[in-house]
C-alpha cells in the first residue's frame, strides 16, 4: 500500500493511483484540568488522553503528482450532515497542509465514512485529519517519523498530535505536549451522547477562569500506578469544562450526573456533549444500555485501543 518508484513526470504530472486506507479512533479524557488563559486565545490545560474503538474510516488516494503548486483535493464524506465535504472539512485541510509544509502537490481524493459522532468531544475530526497526514505521509513517501508528524499536526488542532500515536497520554498546554502513559489494556467504557452538539470555542469561552488558576498540577508519578489498575473509585480526574456545560445543558447534567449514580468513574468527554462511563472488564451493561437507547441517545459500549490512527491491516 506505499507508493514505489512510479513513472518520471510527463508534462507535469506523475500518474500515481495509489490509496490507503486507516482507521481513525475516537478519544475520551479521564482528566481534563483548565489551568489559565493564554494570550493567543486558546487555553494551557492538564489532561489525561485515551484512544477507544470507536473508529472512523479515511480512504486516501493520490492519483497523481505535481511537482509544485497547490494540491487539487477531492472529500466526500459518509455520514452526518453537519460533516462538511468541503475546504471546511479538517481532512481537507489536512491534506493541504501536509502538501504544502512537504513542499509536495498532486491530486488527492479523501473518502471519509463517519461512525465517531462530531461536535461531541470524542476528537473525531482531530483523528481524521492525523490519519490523513499519516496517508500523505505514506503515498508520497516522504518518511516522517510520529514525531514529525505530531508537529505538523499541532497546527490543524490541539487533539491531532495525540491521535498519530494514540493509546493513553497526558497532554499539557494547549493539549500537544504529550507524555505517553500505561496503556489501558481492560475496562468498558460506555459512551452517551444526548442529540445536540456543542463547540469547543464557546464551551471554553464561557468558562469563569477564577475558579481553576490556583488547580494544583497532576501528578504522574500518582496517575501511573493508578492506571494499572483502572478503573477504581479512587480515580481522581474530574472535567473542569462541566462547569459550564452542565448548568448550561440541562439533558447533558442529566446524563452525567446518570452516569455518575452508574458508574465510579463517569464524566463529561471533553467540551462534550458526550459523557462516558467506566465499567470493568466483562460487567453485564445491558440494561444500562438498553435504558439510554430507550431515551433515543446515542450508546456505544467499546474497549480501549492501545494505539493511535493505523492503517486498516493493523499497521501503524
Not at 95 to 112: D, P
Amino acid at each position: 500500500m506505499v507508493m514505489g518508484n512510479g513513472p518520471e513526470f510527463v508534462n507535469g504530472r506523475r500518474a500515481i493511483d495509489r490509496t490507503v486506507v486507516l482507521r481513525a479512533p475516537a478519544k475520551v479524557n479521564l482528566h481534563l484540568e483548565v489551568l489559565r488563559q493564554r494570550h493567543d486565545g486558546y487555553h494551557d490545560i492538564e489532561t489525561v488522553l485515551q484512544a477507544v474503538a470507536i473508529f472512523d474510516r479515511v480512504e486516501v488516494t493520490l492519483v497523481e503528482e505535481y511537482p509544485g503548486g497547490e494540491p487539487n483535493i477531492e472529500i466526500a464524506v459518509d455520514g452526518p450532515r453537519d460533516v462538511p465535504a468541503d475546504k471546511n472539512n479538517l481532512c481537507w485541510q489536512a491534506a493541504r497542509h501536509f502538501c504544502r509544509e512537504q513542499r509536495k502537490s498532486g491530486k488527492i481524493k479523501i473518502h471519509l465514512r463517519k461512525s465517531i459522532p462530531s461536535s461531541a468531544g470524542l476528537g473525531g475530526g482531530s483523528s481524521d485529519a492525523a490519519a490523513v497526514l499519516k496517508a500523505c505521509n505514506h503515498l508520497f513517501e516522504t518518511g516522517l517519523d510520529d514525531t514529525e508528524l505530531e508537529k505538523l499536526g499541532v497546527a490543524l488542532g490541539a487533539d491531532v498530535p495525540f491521535f498519530i500515536r494514540g493509546g493513553t497520554a497526558m497532554g499539557r498546554g494547549i493539549g500537544a505536549i504529550l507524555t505517553p502513559l500505561p496503556t489501558l489494556r481492560s475496562g468498558q467504557f460506555l459512551i452517551v451522547k444526548p442529540d445536540m452538539n456543542l463547540k469547543t470555542q464557546d464551551v471554553y469561552g464561557d468558562l469563569k477562569m477564577g475558579l481553576t488558576v490556583n488547580s494544583p498540577k497532576a501528578n504522574i508519578g500518582v496517575i501511573k500506578p493508578l492506571l494499572a489498575r483502572f478503573p477504581q473509585k479512587n480515580w481522581p480526574g474530574f472535567n473542569r469544562l462541566e462547569e459550564v456545560v452542565l448548568p448550561s445543558q440541562p439533558p447533558v447534567q442529566r446524563l452525567v450526573h446518570r452516569l455518575q449514580e452508574l458508574s465510579e468513574v463517569a464524566m463529561l468527554s471533553g467540551s462534550g456533549s458526550a459523557a462516558f462511563a467506566v465499567f470493568p472488564e466483562g460487567e453485564d451493561l445491558t440494561e444500562m444500555v438498553a435504558e439510554f437507547v430507550e431515551a433515543g441517545l446515542y450508546v456505544k459500549v467499546v474497549g480501549p485501543h492501545p494505539a493511535g490512527v493505523e492503517l486498516a491491516d493493523g499497521r501503524s
